[in-house]
């Protein structure tokens, strides 16, 4: 069955990095655009990254570009979002997802149809 995995969360101080991974079994990697999201308490689910199925373009919103990267590893069935200069208000769950092979490659919450349980990360001095 299709599964995502998403781990390398934790504590960090501000202006710290993560480098968060996640883990995809059950579906052929390649064929599908994978998107990173999050949500902290209270809050509505974010976009923050896509990365498209074969080109291997990538997307980002304002909100994250310049501090956001993601990647990834179609031998290996995995696909990474580093975070840099992190700050209190990133703390939140972190989540990946597979997209849709059609759709464009955009951080629509609703255009992806499986998810992980997510990666808690907290930003704390």
């Known amino acids: 069955q299709v599964q995502l995995v998403e781990s390398g969360g934790g504590l960090v101080q501000p202006g710290g990095s993560l480098r968060l991974s996640c883990a995809t079994s059950?579906?052929?990697?390649?064929?599908?655009?994978i998107g990173w999201f999050r949500q902290a308490p209270g809050k509505a689910r974010e976009g923050l990254a896509c990365?498209?199925?074969?080109?291997?373009?990538?997307y980002y919103p304002e909100s994250a570009e310049g501090r956001f990267f993601i990647s990834r590893d179609n031998i290996k069935k995995m696909v990474y979002l580093q975070v840099d200069s992190l700050k209190p208000e990133d703390t939140a769950v972190y989540f990946c997802?597979?997209?849709?092979?059609?759709?464009?490659?955009?951080?629509?919450?609703?255009?992806?149809?499986?998810w992980g349980r997510g990666t808690q990360v907290t930003v704390s001095s």
């Open positions: 997802a597979r997209g849709d092979p059609i759709r464009p490659c955009l951080v629509v919450p609703d255009w992806y149809d499986y």
């Open positions: 990365i498209s199925s074969s080109a291997g373009s990538t």
């Open positions: 059950g579906f052929t990697l390649e064929d599908y655009a």
